[in-house]
Structures are given as structure tokens and as C-alpha cells.
């Protein structure tokens, strides 16, 4: 953790403001980016400040999933009937424990309407649906599962509907410019055309308020340089999570310590301990995202055990559940088991995750042999194995729900991939924060003039995840934030 002040200074110090806009949004990743836009659009004079050299942050590296749904054009003209109760039904058993109740249901309420902004702000979606496992989509199409929707046991709940919505990619890729990429160049470039000024390299330290306790700006630092900045109607926190704040980490989710993935180095939850240090509140902190580091069109086709040679999870899900289960309840110990048939068949398919893709730990020519190599008690992989193989002749699994078209008996040679500790992941948890993107006092009440989005707040997700929602909260409780900001 930094060791500079942190605790608000008051305005009566400021001599003089280097800075000044009606709207000031520390970060320019896809919350900051949203804020910017929806304060613009509101009239506001907005003034970003953004810690790199330019923006995009986490989002432009990302897949670009946005989870969005209800009913989009894109669900339409692919064939899926969605409805905002449905996908507020899924959410709320897939987000874990807790959810905000109000944030879910605005969310869900206003997905089409936010689709329809994405749009409006000039990204592209094609009417394709990609329906293959993975944890991205590895062509043009702009529509997929993305939480595990359509896999048990989510998909009694609710007709499984896939929410995970991506913008249009030229093809060929170009390297690794994917939809996060499309995503966040336009919404940068939307944020510029509605006149929207950036401060780079700047990188906020503490708030300022007046006599009243309203926050009226940000002091920050640039190259060494103490700047400060006024707000003449709100301040946006958009800086991302706690991933890189070792201090953080140990105290809120020890589990992911030292494993940040899909991050930054810049989310060292700076923007979380500004607001902390004038009251504010904070929400699930022990909340995880957690990545699953194999690709997910071989997990589909084998049987993932734990360190006791039991399946916990139906190896078709989102492969971001079944990194949660392993992390959390399986104490990080997974092995994934298979034939050479399915290895093979694996190997060949399309996939998004290549680089995942990993050679064979042991191959043995019997079960038997094969939980002695691995060093798993005697007799557990061979009656899981046995159990899985007389349910999957008739293409079933009524211990787990993997969907049939996945399902095959196990055949000889039998191989294992040793994935023990392969997950990594990011914070969720983070600034408590209303319907309208106020972040929220410890006593409940807002506190005036300070706004924040994305993941230095708490959003959507109380302990599960969905690929999308980061992205899809960021930007559409992002954009709340600031046109609220805009308001003053």
C-alpha cells in the first residue's frame, strides 16, 4: 500500500486549482469512459484523469464481453427469447449470495435500453452466435454464452438464454486487438467527438471537500507534481479494483493473493481508500472472479476430478464457475481426465483459448494405472471413472447434468492434465454504491458530490461471476454515475 496521505484535504488549503470542469472521473477505462459519455451527453464540461498515457485500461485488453440482455436485437435475430425477469432470475442464483437486489433489477431492466446506447455510441454488433465453449469468442460473431446459462444447474431455472454480447471484430484479428479492444476505441472515440478533455499520467491521491463535507475535487500527482482539480458538480471514481494492493488482497481475499489475472498493475484500490477515508462503505470485499487456466473445449470433453478423484463440477459450465469451484471448495486441486480420442478432438476444435491448450501430465493404458501415477487414493479415480462411464453409454450424467452432446465414455489410453493451482483472477468487492452510482456513506446516506463505477465498487456480483457483468456494470452504472454527476 502507498504510503502517502490519503485522508481528504479541505478546500480552504487549495491556493489555486490546476484544474477545473463540472464533472472530474478518475480512470478511463470502461467505467470512466461511460461516465465521461453520459456526462457529456448531459451537457456537463467533463475533465478526465487517467493514470497511463491513454485510455482503455483493463477493458481494452479484455475479451470484450458486455452481459447484457432481456430481449437485445442481437438475441432476436439469433433465434433466443429473453425477458428482463428471466435474466434477473439467472443472475440472482449466479451472482451469489446477496446480490443488490435494486441494482440487479435496474440492470436487468434497462439492458436493452443500454444495448441500444452501446450502439448508439457507434459499436457494432453482428446477428451471429458463437456456440462453442470458451472463454471468448474466437470470430466475428457478437453473441455467446458467457455464465453457464445453457449448463446444469442453471438451465432448469429459467430456457437458458446466452447474454454475452461482443462487438464486431475485423477479420482477420489483428493480433490481439479483440472485441475489448473494438469496444473501448469506440467508446474513446465517442467520448472525444462529444468534446470530453483527458489529463494523462495523472494519477489521483485524495479528495478535497468543503466546509459542508461535499467533495469538490481531487488532489493527485503527476511526475512527482502535486496537482489539484476541481469538481463543480461531482467526482467520478472509475480507477479499478485492489488486485495490486498486496495489503488488500491479504486482508479481503487471501485466496487470490500474488495470482492477479485479466487485470492491471494500476488497480491498486487506491480509489477504495480515498473513499474510505471520508466514511464510505464497502461490500463484498472477499468477492473473486476467478480464471481457470486450460482451454475449455478440452474440459468439455473430459471429467474434471479434485484431489480425491471425485467430480465436483459439470465440465461443460462457464469455465469461470468451475475456477471458483476449484479455488474456493477443491482447495485449488483439479486434474482434468480423458481418452486420446477426446484429447485429440480437443486439440482440433476452433478454439479462443489456444495458449490454454496443455500437453498430457501422465498417459496410462489403464484407470487403475493411471490413479497411481497421479498419487490419488486407491480405488477413487477408478469408481469415478467406472460410475461416469455407465451413465455416458447412454450419453448421460445424472451425478453432474453435463450435457449429453459432451458426454462419451472414457476409452483407453487414458490421459490426466495436472491443473492444481492454475487459477488466477480479480477483486469484485469494493465501494458501497446506490441505484444511481453514489457511493454511500457507512451510515447509508450518499456522500455528496462523489460517484464511482465499475470495479472499485461493489456491482452485480456478490461472489459468483459471469463474463460480461465487469464490463456490463462498469458501463452501465458508469454512465449513471456521470450523468448524476451532471446533474450536481
Known amino acids: 500500500m502507498s504510503s502517502s496521505p490519503i485522508r481528504p484535504i479541505s478546500a480552504d488549503a487549495v491556493d489555486t486549482w490546476d484544474f477545473e470542469a463540472d464533472v472530474v472521473i478518475a480512470g478511463f477505462g470502461i467505467a470512466g469512459v461511460s461516465a465521461a459519455i453520459g456526462a457529456a451527453e448531459s451537457g456537463a464540461d467533463v475533465l478526465v484523469l487517467e493514470r497511463t498515457s491513454g485510455g482503455g485500461g483493463a477493458a481494452a485488453l479484455s475479451g470484450g464481453i458486455v452481459y447484457l440482455g432481456g430481449g437485445t436485437r442481437v438475441q432476436k435475430a439469433c433465434g433466443f427469447d429473453d425477458t428482463p425477469e428471466n435474466m434477473k432470475t439467472f443472475l440472482a442464483e449466479a451472482l451469489g449470495p446477496g446480490v443488490d437486489e435494486d441494482k440487479l433489477d435496474v440492470y436487468c431492466e434497462g439492458s436493452v435500453q443500454h444495448f441500444e446506447w452501446l450502439e448508439a455510441c457507434g459499436v457494432q454488433y453482428k446477428e ?74 495523472i494519477r489521483v491521491q485524495r479528495l478535497v471537500t468543503d466546509h459542508t463535507g461535499r467533495v469538490v475535487g481531487v488532489s493527485a500527482t503527476r511526475f512527482g507534481k502535486e496537482i489539484t482539480v476541481r469538481a463543480r458538480g461531482g467526482v467520478v471514481l472509475a ?90 471448495q477443491n482447495d485449488n486441486q483439479a486434474f482434468l481426465v480423458l481418452d486420446e480420442d477426446a484429447y485429440e478432438e480437443g486439440m482440433a476444435a476452433p478454439s479462443s483459448s489456444p495458449q490454454l491448450r496443455r500437453q498430457p501430465t501422465w498417459v496410462c493404458e489403464s484407470v487403475a494405472e493411471l490413479e497411481a501415477e497421479m498419487g490419488l487414493p486407491e480405488g ?93 456494470d462498469g458501463s452501465f452504472f458508469g454512465r449513471r454515475a456521470g450523468i448524476r454527476a451532471a446533474a450536481g
Not at 473513499?275 to 475449455?296: K, N, R, W, Y
Open 128 to 201: 451471429s452466435f458463437w456456440s462453442q465453449p470458451g472463454w471468448e469468442c474466437p470470430v466475428d460473431d457478437s453473441l455467446m454464452y458467457s455464465g453457464g446459462e445453457n449448463a446444469a444447474p442453471f438451465h432448469t431455472l429459467v430456457p437458458p438464454a446466452p447474454r454475452g454480447h461482443l462487438a464486431q471484430v475485423p477479420m482477420p484479428r489483428n493480433g490481439e486487438q479483440g472485441a475489448g479492444h473494438v469496444l473501448m476505441t469506440t467508446l474513446l472515440a465517442k467520448a472525444d467527438d462529444l468534446g470530453v478533455r483527458v489529463e494523462s499520467d
Open 239 to 328: 480507477t479499478g479494483s485492489f488486485a495490486y494492493n498486496d495489503e488488500m488482497m491479504q486482508a479481503y481475499a487471501p485466496r487470490l493473493y500474488k495470482r492477479p489475472a485479466a487485470t492491471v498493475e494500476e488497480h491498486d484500490g487506491r480509489a477504495i481508500l480515498m473513499a474510505q477515508a471520508l466514511g464510505a462503505g464497502l461490500a463484498h470485499m472477499d468477492a473473486c472472479e476467478v480464471a481457470f487456466f486450460c482451454d475449455p473445449q478440452l474440459i468439455a470433453r473430459g471429467i474434471l476430478v479434485n484431489g480425491r478423484g471425485q467430480r465436483y463440477v459439470p465440465e461443460d459450465t462457464y469455465p469461470g464457475r468451475i475456477g471458483h469451484l476449484t479455488m474456493y
Open 380 to 472: 477413487s479415480l477408478t469408481s469415478t471413472v467406472e460410475l461416469y462411464n455407465r451413465h455416458a453409454a447412454d450419453g448421460a450424467d445424472p451425478v453432474l447434468g453435463k450435457k449429453s452432446e459432451w458426454v462419451k465414455p472414457i476409452g483407453s489410453p487414458i490421459a490426466a492434465i495436472d491443473l492444481r493451482g492454475m487459477t488466477g483472477g480479480f477483486t469484485l468487492g469494493g465501494l458501497r454504491t446506490s441505484v444511481h452510482s453514489e457511493v454511500l456513506h457507512v451510515d447509508g446516506d450518499p456522500i455528496p458530490g462523489l460517484y464511482a463505477a465499475g470495479r472499485c465498487t461493489s456491482g452485480l456480483s456478490a461472489g459468483g461471476y459471469c463474463s460480461g457483468i465487469s464490463l456490463g
